[in-house]
């Protein structure tokens, strides 16, 4: 029988995990990943979703002009009245092909499973009609582990953001790391994750909440951790301290 997850406190910080069902891959292309981006500044209110947001929704798949409805909603709900009503503060993101990384803070009691449960019927039920599927498209509930420490906020911003080297080394976990210059690059310049806005490059900076790690360090300084990580990875192998067990 699986474990029951401990209820998760206000103001406390989680490393969140949700993955494709049977490991397949939930996003398939660009726009999969915009209306993911989408999602997570969505859903992340109290207040009732917007007209905008349904009939946008309704009406395409995202196929086109997926960027800049993402840049005017932001635009226009930073200008609106009230303001947005945040249940949960979003540390940090990355989207991977068949799961995704969230850094949370909980802002409201159950803000964490409100919003990880908006998220998810709404992106599956946009995946499905899409690709003309029925059925589960996530792998149970998602998983949750509690970050107490500073050590530990500052393994799990590293991990959750080198996660994309995977994608040109597959034997980035084993520690086998011939190039980490390359890989350095790679994680730099991956637009679906909250690494970008941290270096200052204005990928989706709507999305998160970054002041918490602004006040740790400066992106110079951020960058510099990532960096010295992959290499002494390259040559000393994983801390596996970061990941969800």
């Known amino acids: 029988m699986p474990s029951k ?11 969140v995990v949700i993955r494709g069902v049977d490991g397949r891959d939930i996003f398939s292309g660009d726009s999969d990943y915009y209306r993911a ?16 947001h349904r009939l946008y929704c ?10 800049k409805f993402y840049e005017n909603r932001s635009r226009n ?31 409201q009691d159950n803000g964490i ?11 599956a039920g946009y995946f499905n009609r899409k690709y003309e599927r029925s059925g589960y498209l996530f792998q149970g509930r998602f998983r949750a582990a509690h970050i107490k420490t500073d050590n530990q906020l500052r393994t799990v911003f590293v991990y959750i953001h080198t996660n994309p080297a995977a994608l040109i080394d597959p034997s980035w976990k084993e520690g086998d790391i011939k190039k980490p210059k390359e890989i350095i690059k790679f994680i730099e310049d991956y637009k679906w994750s909250s690494y970008p806005d941290y270096l200052g490059k ?6 998160t909440q970054r002041d918490l790690f602004n006040s740790i360090m400066q992106k110079e300084e951020w960058q510099k951790y990532v960096n010295e990580w992959v290499e002494y990875k ?12």
Not at 58 to 67: A, D, I, L, P, T
Not at 113 to 123: N, V
Not at 202 to 207: A, E, L, Q
Not at 234 to 245: F, I, N, P
């Open 113 to 123: 499973s409100s919003f990880m449960r908006k998220f998810g019927a709404g992106y």
């Open 37 to 52: 981006i989408h999602d997570l500044f969505e859903f992340n209110d109290s207040n009732p979703t917007r007209w905008e």
């Open 234 to 245: 390259s040559m000393m192998g994983w801390d596996k301290s970061a990941e969800l067990e």
């Open 202 to 207: 204005k990928n989706f900076p709507s999305v």
């Open 58 to 67: 309704n009406r395409n798949n995202f196929e086109n002009g997926s960027r």
């Open 5 to 15: 997850r401990p209820q998760l406190a206000n103001n406390e910080i989680y490393h």
């Open 77 to 107: 709900i930073r200008n609106s009245q009230p303001p947005r009503d945040f249940i949960v503060n979003i540390l940090s993101f990355c989207l991977m092909p068949n799961h995704i990384h969230l850094l949370l803070r909980q802002a």
